[in-house]
Structures are given as structure tokens and as C-alpha cells.
């Protein structure tokens, strides 16, 4: 009998694991959208603290490269928030919770560095949750944009890639 309830608890547990390994990607539009800005805005400013600090002619180059895409990627989302008529998180929730995705500042070599490295990650978890979506999502205008945005977040992983070799 306890070899059976055991198992049964064991089974359970291993259930519920999955269930929250799942639901880890499963988000509502309205969840992906607050998240993805969020990350967005968090990438948009460590960039501009990246191009202010960092002497690198490749890492300021690199900025504006991620500034620039990751506004229009935020504008674009902000559009179909709106055409969807979704309710999203307050633009202050929205920035405190960039805030904490931030990394930390360095001086210096060490700044460049790890920007360099923080990039790749980001990066590739901002790829992984387009692809996520992409292959999930049942609404067009999110299929779309994750679809969209994909090409230009693997191009920043390959540059952010190269920078953090060269440290």
C-alpha cells in the first residue's frame, strides 16, 4: 500500500511540474505584450547607458542598432495592444519591471564586457520567447510580429555574439 501512494504522490508531483514547466510560456496577448515590452524597454536602456559609457566604436554602433529596432519592435506591439483592444500594464509598471531586468553597471573594460554578455543572453531569451509565441499564439497580429521581429533579434545575437569575443 505505501509503495502504491508513492508512487501515486510521485506522479502527482511530477504532474504538477509539468503543468508549471508549461504554463511558463503559455501567456495570455496581453501578458506577452506587457512582457515583451517590458524586456524591450530594459534592452533600450542599458543600450543608451552602453552608448554613453563604453568608448567602443563597435559597442555605440551596436546601440543604436538595438535602440533602434527595439523601439519600433515596442511601437509595433503598443499597435497591436491597441487593435486587439487588450488591457496592458501602466507604462510605470511597465518601466519598474525593466528596471529590474537590467544588469548591473560596470566601469570600464569590465562595463563593455559584460554588456557584451548580457546581450547574448537577453537576446537569446527574447528569440526563444518570439519562437515560443510564433509556434503558440492563436492571435495573427502577435504571429506577425513575432515573426517579424525574429530575423532582427538573431541579427543582434550574431553582433552581440562577435562583441562578446572580441572582450
Known amino acids: 500500500m505505501k509503495r502504491m501512494a508513492t508512487r ?3 506522479s502527482g508531483f511530477i504532474l504538477l511540474l509539468g503543468l508549471c514547466a508549461s504554463s511558463a510560456f503559455a501567456q495570455t496577448p496581453a501578458e506577452f505584450i506587457d512582457d515583451a515590452s517590458a524586456k524591450g524597454i530594459a534592452d533600450i536602456e542599458a543600450s543608451r ?4 559609457k563604453s568608448e567602443s566604436k ?3 554602433d551596436y546601440t543604436i542598432v538595438v535602440i533602434n529596432d527595439r523601439t519600433t519592435a515596442n511601437q509595433h506591439l503598443a499597435k497591436i ?18 528596471k529590474a531586468l537590467m ?7 569590465n562595463f563593455d564586457q559584460a554588456y557584451a554578455a548580457n546581450q547574448v543572453k537577453t537576446t537569446q531569451e527574447a528569440i526563444d520567447q518570439l519562437q515560443q509565441e510564433a509556434q503558440t499564439t492563436d492571435v495573427p497580429q502577435i504571429k506577425a510580429f513575432a515573426e517579424e521581429t525574429l ?11 562577435a562583441l562578446q569575443a572580441s572582450r
Open 8 to 10: 501515486l504522490r510521485n
Open 49 to 52: 547607458l552602453a552608448h554613453q
Open 58 to 60: 563597435e559597442i555605440k
Open 81 to 98: 495592444a491597441k487593435q486587439l483592444d487588450l488591457p496592458v500594464a501602466p507604462r510605470e509598471e511597465v518601466v519598474e519591471k525593466a
Open 103 to 109: 544588469p548591473e553597471v560596470l566601469e570600464g573594460a
Open 151 to 161: 530575423p532582427k533579434l538573431q541579427s543582434h545575437l550574431q553582433m552581440a555574439k
